[in-house]
């Protein structure tokens, strides 16, 4: 079992950078691939970026590529997000899971633990 809390979401211009934070519960974290997942009001829940359990491999959706950077401090059990140049259209809530596969999952169906999200909303 994974506990998963987010922070670091709030309210930003645009262009301006955040950093979300995931810390994780449990002995096992540095075996999980970890991903962010956001969703926005009346849409879908999407796949932002993944990370494998070494750190060694990383994967984006195509809008944030060049923007933002997903990492992962085993020890700490904490995986970031570092969010720049934010545009309004990446206003939504933020989800960090946890999957016990061995491949960067991009479905939300695929990811086994869930952290209960945090907001972040940038203005024009």
């Known amino acids: 079992q994974v506990q998963l809390v987010e922070s670091g979401g709030g309210l930003v211009q645009a262009g301006a950078s955040l950093r979300l934070s995931c810390a994780a519960s449990g002995r096992t974290f540095r075996s999980y691939v970890m991903g962010w997942f956001r969703q926005a009001p009346g849409k879908e829940r999407e796949f932002v970026a993944g990370?494998?359990?070494?750190?060694?491999?990383?994967k984006y959706t195509d809008s944030v590529k060049g923007r933002f950077t997903i990492s992962r401090d085993n020890p700490k059990n904490t995986v970031y997000l570092q969010m720049n140049s934010l545009k309004p259209e990446d206003t939504a809530v933020y989800y960090c899971?946890?999957?016990?596969?061995?491949?960067?999952?991009?479905?939300?169906?695929?990811?086994?633990?869930w952290g209960k999200g945090t907001l972040v909303t940038v203005s024009s």
């Open positions: 899971a946890a999957d016990a596969r061995l491949v960067i999952v991009t479905t939300p169906q695929g990811m086994d633990y």
């Open positions: 990370i494998s359990p070494s750190g060694s491999s990383t």
